[in-house]
């Protein structure tokens, strides 16, 4: 009402001014309270201005007697815009590179456009622990499950034509600096026999790849010491090492332009349903769906219940705890719901070495028979070298401290025995990075839990993830859009062969 009244009267004070005559003397009068004076002038501009603030201001009570009527959308608390929508139909966790691989192939199978809505939250939104960014940042096909040579083709496939699926309009086209530089694995007397079997599976599977003998080692690689070198296996395409944050980051930028939405979050909690159901050995199961995530914003105590139709676990190392929220692992022993997520956080060290006198351009990423590994790091005499411990040896995983002596110790060594030319080395840095290590068989776990109708899994990759990622994201978004595998058949590395304890055991892990 009071500002009702102080309209009224500027109303009043505009009739005044805009019938009064120009005053020529240097008389000051007042109308309606308001002082004139001989500089006073009824033009345009002046009626112009009055009018502007007049309808700012009316526009101003409209709006403030439109928030207090019921049902309008006014709140005395301000809305944090980067909390995420209340409803999705799909809840990806973990926006690393399995985790956007995902959410791209969901968008590129959905029907109509928008009509899958998909939500990925991601914790750590500077990727400063990502396991993606953190690794080495290689592909090969020199596996021995006939799954993860396949998974690896495809996969190769897809980064050779990568702007063919993930270039956006007006957007830089994507480089992955693909260098196609091949693996070499290196076996002992004792593993040759394995190596030979492992060729027999690849090359069976598609896969180019060739045996070489010491002396054509030699000739192939002069600066390889041969010593205690039984054979040797070299991929002849589609493997090398390529650029990890380049390849997360199209997948980002790809699926957001189709309409995907980017959480930055950490998911703390599962709300869910439960069902009793009886099996025909009276075997009582409880089967439970989820129904909402929780997702609690970064450096604040504000937090989103969002409601959805499926989640998708692909928090990598720590995909074990968020499955843990859903009750998977707290049963009874010796039964389904007992059975945990066997997929743990385990540190792996890369180190930064310099050598003015190391291997040239054509040098491979070479896996020595002693688990050591080296490859090139762009020019100028850089490589990055690393290994993974013994089991026994497995370092804290409560940060990400690099242990130097490690390098000193346990990588140095076997790489001056294996290229003489890293006597002479000098490490420049160093980081160290998480596998989400699958301690059951070092393999994927794909697809539906079976006590959970509505969690898929895409996690426990032991190190290969990274270069799986584009094979993984589509086979997950055929088994949630068209209830099987269509293109791989992955079924075999689903979490059935950890409830009836049958490893699918990867030999050439590194």
């Not at 720590?318 to 385990?346: C, D, Q, T, Y």
């Amino acid at each position: 009402m009071s500002t009702w009244r102080r309209l009224q009267v500027k109303v009043r004070t505009a009739h005044g001014l805009l019938t009064s005559r120009r005053v020529t003397g240097r008389h000051t009068w007042l109308y309606g309270h308001v002082p004139l004076c001989q500089s006073l002038s009824t033009g345009t501009p002046l009626r112009n201005d009055f009018f502007k603030d007049l309808e700012a201001q009316l526009a101003a009570m409209r709006r403030k007697a439109a928030d207090a009527l019921p049902g309008s959308g006014w709140s005395p608390l301000e809305v944090n815009p980067n909390l995420p929508p209340e409803r999705a139909d799909i809840v990806i966790v973990g926006g690393g590179v399995m985790g956007w691989s995902i959410a791209y192939w969901l968008k590129q199978k959905e029907m109509r456009q928008g009509g899958v809505k998909i939500i990925v939250v991601e914790k750590d939104p500077t990727y400063s622990q990502a396991s993606t960014v953190l690794s080495a940042g290689g592909i090969r096909q020199q596996f021995s499950l006939p799954e993860n040579i396949h998974l690896s083709l495809a996969s190769a496939d897809f980064m050779r034509n990568i702007n063919e699926h993930l270039g956006v309009l007006n957007e830089d086209p994507v480089d992955l600096q693909f260098n196609h530089s091949g693996y070499l694995f290196l076996a002992s007397e004792d593993v040759a026999h394995i190596m030979e079997e492992n060729y027999s599976t690849q090359r069976y599977a598609g896969a180019k790849v060739t045996l070489l003998s010491p002396t054509q080692l030699k000739e192939k690689f002069p600066w390889v010491n041969t010593d205690g070198v039984a054979l040797a296996s070299y991929g002849l395409e589609n493997e090398g090492s390529f650029d990890p944050w380049t390849l997360l980051n199209a997948f980002r930028r790809k699926a957001i332009s189709m309409g995907v939405v980017q959480c930055c979050g950490e998911v703390t909690d599962l709300k869910y349903t439960s069902t009793i159901m009886t099996t025909v050995d009276d075997e009582r199961l409880e089967l439970r769906r989820i129904r909402s995530v929780k997702v609690q914003m970064p450096n604040s105590m504000e937090y989103q219940p969002v409601e959805c139709a499926i989640v998708v676990n692909a928090a990598g190392a720590f995909s074990g705890k968020l499955a843990e929220m859903v009750g998977i692992g707290s049963g009874p022993n010796n039964s389904m719901a007992g059975i945990p997520l066997p997929v743990e956080p385990r540190k792996r060290f890369v180190y930064v070495v310099h050598c003015p006198d190391g291997p040239g351009l054509d040098t491979p990423f070479l896996i020595d028979y002693s688990g050591v590994y080296f490859r090139r790091e762009g020019l100028g005499g850089n490589y990055i070298a690393g290994a993974s411990p013994e089991e026994a040896e497995e370092p804290d995983t409560s940060n990400l401290e690099v242990d130097h002596q490690f390098f000193e110790e346990k990588v140095w060594p076997s790489l001056a025995q294996r290229v003489p030319a890293f006597e002479k080395l000098k490490v420049t840095s160093a980081w160290a990075g998480y596998y989400d290590y699958n301690t059951f068989d070092q393999n994927g776990i794909i697809g539906i839990h079976p006590l959970i109708n509505n969690m898929y899994f895409a996690t426990g990759f032991s190190g290969h993830g990274l270069q799986h990622s584009p094979a993984v994201g589509r086979a997950v978004a055929e088994l949630i859009l068209d209830g099987t595998f269509k293109t791989l058949d992955l079924s075999p590395l689903g979490f059935r062969r950890i409830l009836s304890q049958e490893p699918m055991l990867e030999r050439n892990i590194v």
